[in-house]
T-cell receptor, first 112, second 113 residues
Framework: KQEVTQIPAALSVPEGENLVLNCSFT??????LQWFRQDPGKGLTSLLL?????REQTSGRLNASLDKSSGRSTLYIAASQPGDSATYLC???????????FGKGNQVVVIP | KAGVTQTPRYLIKTRGQQVTLSCSPI?????VSWYQQTPGQGLQFLFE???????NKGNFPGRFSGRQFSNSRSEMNVSTLELGDSALYLC????????????FGNGTRLTVT
C-alpha cells in the first residue's frame, strides 16, 4: 500500500523567504505526482504535475522536483508572500487509474 | 471554462438518513473521482467513474455508492448516515488518460448530527 508522508505538518516563514516543502512516498512505481494547494474550507487547486519520466516542473515562482528512485518530491516556492499561506498537499498516482494517494499536507503560514 | 461544480456546498443530516451529492465535471472530462477528507484521516479515495462505469473503488462500506451519467455528471450516495461520515466530500475530474492532472471542486461539507 502506498504511503505518502509530508514533513513538517506545519511551518511559518517570514515574507520573502523561500519555502521548501518535502513529500516522500514508499512505492516508486508511480505514474505521476501532483502538488495541490488548499485554502481553508475550499477544494484543492492543482499547482504542478510531474510525470514519472520527468525530473522537475516549473510554474512562475513554483518549482517541483521528483526523484522517483528515492521516493521523494520537493516543492519550492520562491520569495514567499502572505498569499501563499495555505495547506500544500502532494499526491501520487499509480498506473491505470486515478486513485491518488495523498499526504496529510504541509500547513504554511507566511508572516508579513 | 467552468471548473468542477459540486452541489450542495453544505448539508446537515441526522443519523440514519441518506444523502446524495452531485458533481459536474469540467467540459470534456470523462473521468470523475470522489474523495473524503477528514481531519484525522486526511484525503481518502472513494471511487472513480469513467464512461458511466465504476473503474476503481476505495475501502469504504457498501453504504457509499455512486454513479455517472452519459453527460459525465456524477452523483454519490451515502445511506444510513453515521456520525463518522461527517466530512468534506471532494469530486475531481480529468481527461481520459492517466497523464492528465486532476481538477477538484470546492466540495460538499456534510455534517451528521
Amino acid at each position: 500500500k502506498q504511503e505518502v508522508t509530508q514533513i513538517p505538518a506545519a511551518l511559518s516563514v517570514p515574507e520573502g523567504e523561500n519555502l521548501v516543502l518535502n513529500c516522500s512516498f514508499t512505492d516508486s512505481a508511480i505514474y505521476n505526482l501532483q502538488w495541490f494547494r488548499q485554502d481553508p474550507g475550499k477544494g484543492l487547486t492543482s499547482l504542478l504535475l510531474i510525470q514519472s519520466s520527468q525530473r522537475e516542473q516549473t510554474s512562475g515562482r513554483l518549482n517541483a522536483s521528483l526523484d522517483k528512485s528515492s521516493g521523494r518530491s520537493t516543492l519550492y516556492i520562491a520569495a514567499s508572500q502572505p498569499g501563499d499561506s495555505a495547506t500544500y498537499l502532494c499526491a501520487v498516482r499509480p498506473r491505470g487509474n486515478n486513485r491518488l494517494a495523498f499526504g496529510k499536507g504541509n500547513q504554511v503560514v507566511v508572516i508579513p | 471554462k467552468a471548473g468542477v461544480t459540486q452541489t450542495p456546498r453544505y448539508l446537515i443530516k441526522t443519523r440514519g438518513q441518506q444523502v446524495t451529492l452531485s458533481c459536474s465535471p469540467i467540459s470534456g472530462h470523462r473521468s470523475v473521482s470522489w474523495y473524503q477528507q477528514t481531519p484525522g484521516q486526511g484525503l481518502q479515495f472513494l471511487f472513480e467513474y469513467f464512461s458511466e462505469t465504476q473503474r476503481n473503488k476505495g475501502n469504504f462500506p457498501g453504504r457509499f455508492s455512486g454513479r455517472q451519467f452519459s453527460n459525465s455528471r456524477s452523483e454519490m450516495n451515502v445511506s444510513t448516515l453515521e456520525l463518522g461520515d461527517s466530512a468534506l466530500y471532494l469530486c475531481a475530474s480529468s481527461r481520459a488518460g492517466g497523464s492528465s492532472p486532476l481538477h477538484f471542486g470546492n466540495g460538499t461539507r456534510l455534517t451528521v448530527t
